[in-house]
Each structure stands twice: as C-alpha cells, then as structure tokens.
RNA sequence: GCGCCCUUAGCUCAGCAGGAUAGAGCAACAGCCUUCUAAGCUGUGGGCCGGUGGUUCGAGUCCACCAGGGCGCGCCA
C-alpha cells in the first residue's frame, strides 16, 4: 500500500496518532511509571534533578497523590536569566495541596538551594522554581558523555516494548521514485530513534505482489520479452491483447524481457512468436519480474542507507492461506457479515449501485463504516489481505505496529486501527505515521513528476545529484506531518542556512581538532576515554558552558521525540548543538587565547578537549539515528 | 456533502504532551573581518501564532464554530 508508484508528487504526510492519553500502563516496565519505579537514567542530568525535586516536593507535601507526581517536569529555560532550569512543581501540585503555588514555590526553592547539584533556587512567576546549577553540576556531564560513548543519550523509555515499524512498501513495479523517499526516510529514522529509545524495533518492508497492479506488470515485462525474442507484434496489437491495457512502459522491463528471453528462448510465446495463453506464462513472468524489481528496489534503499530487516510477501500470505484463515477467524468472532453499504453521502460514484459485499464490522471498532473483504470476482480486497499481514505481525508477538504511509491513506488508517484492535483482542495498539507530499524545487521552478511526460524523477537520479546524507537529512528537516519544500540548490549550498552542512561541519571541527591535538601533544592521549578522566574546572566561558547545557538536553530529546514518533526534533537540536560550537569555535577567531589548542596550556587544553570529544560524540549520535554519515573533514 | 491533516515574522520552518517576554535561518538594515580555526562574525528591526468564542491560575498548544489549503470517501493499492 502506501505511495503507490502514481501518487501524483513524492511522498506525503502524517499523523497524529491518538496518543494513549496516559502513555498505557505499559506490558513489563511501565514506559512512564516513573511515579513507582522511575527508570532513572543517571546521564540523564533532567532526569536526575527531577528526582531531587520530587523528593523535595514530598516532604512539603507528604500525600501527593502520584498522577499529580507525575506531571512534574524539568524543563531548560529559555532565558538564562531565570536559571538553568526550571520546575512546574509548585503550580500542578497546589490544588491538591489546597496552597497557593506562590508559597510552595517559595518553600519547594528554600529546600532546593544549596544542593549537591543546585545552587540557587527561586521561585518566580505564576509558581514556577528556577534552578541555577554549579557550573560543576554540568562538567560533571562530560566524563559521563565521554565514557559512555554514543550510548549516551540512550532511554529505558521503551524497555520491554517490541515495535515494527512498516515502511516504504513500495509496489514492486518499477524502480523507486522520490515519492517514496520520504517515508523511507522517516520510517527508517523513526526506527534507529525508538531503538536508541530502547524498544526493540524490528525494520519491515511489506512487498506488495498480489493485485491487479502486479499482474499489469507481468504483462509489460512479457511485451518486452515478445520484443527479445523478435515478436512480429506491434505495441497497439499487443496493448488491445492486454486486460486492462498496456501499462507500465518504461524502460526498465527492457532487461527483464531480456533475461526471460535468455533463461526461456521462444518458450513462453506462441510459435510464430504472439501472446501465449496466461496460464503458460503469466506466473512464471510475475515471479521474475518481481524478483527483478525488488533486487532493483533493495538496492536503491541500500544507497539510500535503508536496510529492512524482514520483507514480507502479500502473495505468499495468500498462497498459503494465512490470509482466509485470518478472515475465517474474524467470521467466528462474527465480525463478519454480507451487507449493503449506503452510498457516500454528498459525492455519489457515477456508477454506483447497491451491492451486497462481504464486509469487516469495521465500526465496532470506531470506523466510520463497515469495509468490504472480497472483490466482486472473489478475490481478497487489499484491506482483507493487510489484515491477514498485520496479524501476522501481531503473531509474532509485537506490542506497537507502526504504519509509515503517504498522507493518501489517512483515510486507510481508522479500518486498519480497527483490524488490529479486532484481531488482537485489544493487546496491540496500531499507530499510523503519515508523510506528506514534497515539493521538489531546482532552481526555483518546481520539478514536476509525471510517467506521461517522462520526467519520471527517480531516486537513483536524486542521490546522484545531491547525495544520501544531504537526501536524509533534507527529509527529517520537517514534520513529517507537513507538507515540505526540497530544494535541491538549498541542501548542496555550503553556509549556515544547508543545516546538513552546518551539523557535518561542526562533526568535521571537533574531529579536525582533535587530530590536531594529537600532533600537539603526542604524549597525551587524547581518546575519548583518556579525556574521560580530565580536570574540567577551566570550562567556565559561557559559550562553552552553553554547549555543555545543550548537551545536558540530548537524553530528554531523545525520549520525546521516541514518545512523539518525530525524528525530525533530532535534525533540530542537532542544528541547535551545532550553533553552540560553531559559535565557540568564533570566538577564537578575535581572541586567540579562546581557541581550542594552547600549545603552553596543556590542562586547559585537554579540557577543552574533553568538551570538543562530547560534542562530537553527540553529533555522531544523533547523525546515526538520522541515518547520515558524520564526516570527519569537509571536502 | 462528510472525515482527517495543515495555517506561526516578507520567505522556509521550530515551538520539546498548557507554562514566564513565541524562537531560528534566509531576506532587510547597521557595523566588523579579508582570516590560514576557508566555506564569515556581531548587532538591530520585524508577529492579532488564519478568525471568533470557550475551558484554565495560565492557550500558538485543549474544545466548538468559521475561513483558506492538502488528502481521502464500495470491489486501487
């Protein structure tokens, strides 16, 4: 399903899963029970001063029920001027306090000050306490980082949880276009971020081989075979011959025609070299040609950094019978039934008539209306076959399946949800991310994609022209639920404005640094590790201690946006990070003292070092789960 | 006609599960730099968060209605 190979443009759009209002009691480790057994991540510095907060909070407040505990946040301020961080503790927890926040504040800040991590605390606002940490509290966080590696960052939000995560999809019938290239991307990145999250994800592409669309395409691959073996046919003779018509003419079946003539000869034609009976042929050329075009489509997600873990067969569903057995069971739990269904209101099919059909009680489960499970020549519906495929997944013992589909089947996604919930029994919750349409833009001027006249825009030809990091990075620059803008002068310009050059550049200083240092000083080891264990006391300028406070941020943007489903929020703070360093690595241009290296200044130096190394290795991070290769030098 | 999604600075977009004075880049304006830390730097101006009501101590964020744009609406996937 998904982008079918005629959406009209490229991909598509979003979502908006209903979120499980309290973020569902979760199977083993309760993915929020942090009220109960919080998962304390101890490199999660927000994480940690929440916990003192909270602990704060409950000798004010003894009986604070733990709904209320819970919505209890850390969050960075916006303004330095009101601290590092600040609490909304005072204002959720003051009704059920029966005091006004203003005083908890006050009390919960005279608690707070003076702490092992915290300096100041104060109450401001509407009952909001800042916190204003020792600039300690946060070096603190280097040797963390440092020692950690690119694990730092890594939650315990999705412990016990195992996601599949569906996407691409494509139809087998011809080479991947930039329709696809979105949800490619957002699937694939989505992945790597609940991963890091620490669910277990499993990578899944659905092939879809068993509809019409195949068969159409098994009949474009045997013209060209006709063609190989020298066939007396012209196009129009074969085209009338075809149900359905001649589709599907692209060039690429030319060297499946090829292949068929070369492992078959003339078998599979008549002997004066026409269209033989289907029966002889029809499957043997669709097994090839899918074959053919899947290898195609394997490679081109391979250039696209893509790699799926299982791919699933919509034919071998069928063939062996998963599929009636799924909709028998359905017909047990008399789900199923043969009925009517009234016309769309407002927007009447030309050539509707009432019919009956084989319908899923779709609305038992919050669908609009009830959906047909067989065509009118008996065959499965699409629907029928996807629930047949979900199920599958839901066997093999999945808690989340997610649907990574182009903004054309928003509507699809209620049915499915219902499906799921229907043959689960309610155990698995079914999430749709939906992508939408982007705009290619060259120059200015829109580029087109259209079959008919040819400027059929390939992926292969996009990654040529501007490369898979630029190509992935582009992608997760906007909510996949947006409609987005690609300009492909934009991502190859080399200045501020490209962020995928911006956060490869900054990669490329901290790692042109430490090369660097290494030369300078030999007999220091400058390894991650080494760097680990160094004094940090001289990192005390504010542009360096604002780096140091973004970094503080990496573990918290990892878990929202793993909670969200919105691996775009990891190309933003990554642009963010970025703009720290490179504004740090500026001030060494008017003040060469503030340079990274001090020949005469080892300690100093190897603190920097040390802050440079966790830059770099958060960059790493968060480029990993996006899928894009972090450079060591720009070229 | 119905349903879902979107609407934030001139432009392209963020806004982290309702929190303080709504942010960034580009463009504009004003300075600086001409560097071997190349692919510039610093600062300024710029907003009725589509509109109107509502819920709340507090709304860009939640609810209702309206307007504009996108997608979908039986045997296509």
């Known amino acids: 399903m998904q982008a079918s190979p005629f959406s009209p443009d490229c991909c598509s759009v979003s979502h908006k899963r209903p979120r499980p209002a309290c973020p569902r009691p979760s199977p083993s480790t309760g993915v929020r029970s942090r009220a109960k057994t919080p998962p304390m991540n101890p490199s999660d510095l927000y994480e940690s001063l929440r916990e003192t907060v909270l602990a704060a909070l409950a000798q004010i407040i003894p009986d604070l029920p733990a ?358 029994g309610g155990r698995v919750a079914f999430e749709a991310v939906l992508c939408q349409i982007v705009h290619i833009v060259k120059g200015g001027q829109p580029v087109r994609m259209s079959k008919r006249a040819g400027t059929y825009v390939t992926l292969r030809d996009l990654l040529d022209e501007v490369g898979k990091d630029a190509v992935r990075f582009a992608m997760l620059t906007r909510n996949a639920d947006a409609q987005m803008e690609f300009d492909l002068d934009k991502v190859l310009a080399t200045t501020r404005e490209n962020p995928v050059f911006y956060v490869q550049y900054a990669h490329a200083r901290c790692r042109s640094v430490l090369r660097a240092a290494a030369d300078m000083f030999p007999d220091r080891p400058s390894t991650d590790l080494a760097l680990a264990s160094v004094a940090t006391d001289s990192l005390d300028g504010d542009a360096e201690l604002a780096v140091i406070r973004r970094l503080a941020q990496w573990p918290r943007i990892v878990q929202a946006a793993a909670l969200a489903r919105e691996p775009h929020r990891i190309a933003f703070f990554l642009y963010d990070l970025a703009a720290d360093f490179h504004m740090l690595w500026n001030r060494g241009k008017d003040d060469t003292t503030l340079r990274f290296l001090q020949p005469d200044q080892p300690h100093q130096t190897l603190a920097r070092l040390a802050l440079v190394a966790a830059t770099a290795i958060v960059i790493r991070s968060g480029l990993t789960v996006m899928g894009v290769t972090p450079v060591e030098e720009m070229r």
């Not at 599949?164 to 971020?193: F, K, Q, W």
């Not at 991963?195 to 509809?211: C, L, M, Q, R, S």
């Open 67 to 424: 709904e209320i505990a819970a919505r209890v946040e850390i969050t960075p301020t916006k303004d330095t001027a009101h601290g590092d961080m600040a609490t909304n503790a005072a204002m959720v927890s003051a009704k059920a306090a029966r005091q006004p926040p203003g005083k908890i504040a006050a009390t919960l800040a005279q608690r707070l000050t003076g702490g092992p991590a915290i300096a100041t605390a104060e109450a401001a606002g509407p009952g909001f306490v800042n916190l204003r940490l020792h600039p300690g509290t946060f070096r603190a966080l280097l040797p963390t980082i440092l020692a950690a590696g690119e694990s730092y960052g890594d939650s315990t939000a999705g412990a016990g949880t195992k996601i599949n995560v569906e996407y691409v999809s494509a139809n087998p019938t011809g080479p991947m276009h930039i329709g696809h290239c979105r949800g490619a991307v957002v699937g694939d990145a989505l992945a790597n971020l609940l991963h890091k999250a620490g669910y277990t994800v499993t990578k899944e592409y659905y092939i879809n081989d068993a509809g019409a669309q195949v068969a159409a395409l098994a009949w474009a691959a045997y013209w060209r075979y006709l063609q190989a073996i020298g066939s007396p046919m012209t196009e129009d003779a074969f085209a009338a011959a075809v149900p359905g018509g001649l589709q599907y003419k692209g060039e690429y079946l030319i060297a499946v025609g090829e292949a068929l003539q070369a492992e078959f000869g003339p078998a599979l034609a008549t002997p004066d070299k026409t269209i033989a009976p289907a029966g002889l042929w029809l499957d043997t050329v669709k097994d090839r040609t899918i074959a053919a075009m899947m290898a195609e489509i394997r490679q081109d997600l391979r250039l696209l950094g893509v790699q799926q873990d299982i791919y699933s067969s919509e034919r071998s569903l069928v063939a062996s019978g998963a599929a009636d057995t799924v909709i028998a069971g359905l017909e047990a739990d008399g789900l199923i039934y043969e009925g009517v269904l009234e016309p769309p209101k407002g927007k009447t099919p030309d050539d509707w008539e009432p019919r009956p059909q084989t319908l899923f009680r779709s609305t038992q489960f919050g669908d609009d209306v009830d959906r047909p499970l067989r065509k009118s020549d008996g065959s499965n519906t699409y629907f029928a076959n996807d629930i047949a495929y979900h199920a599958d997944k839901i066997a093999r013992g999945y808690d989340v399946l997610i649907d990574v589909l182009g903004a054309d089947h928003g509507g699809y996604v209620p049915r499915m949800k219902a499906a799921v919930k229907a043959v689960s």
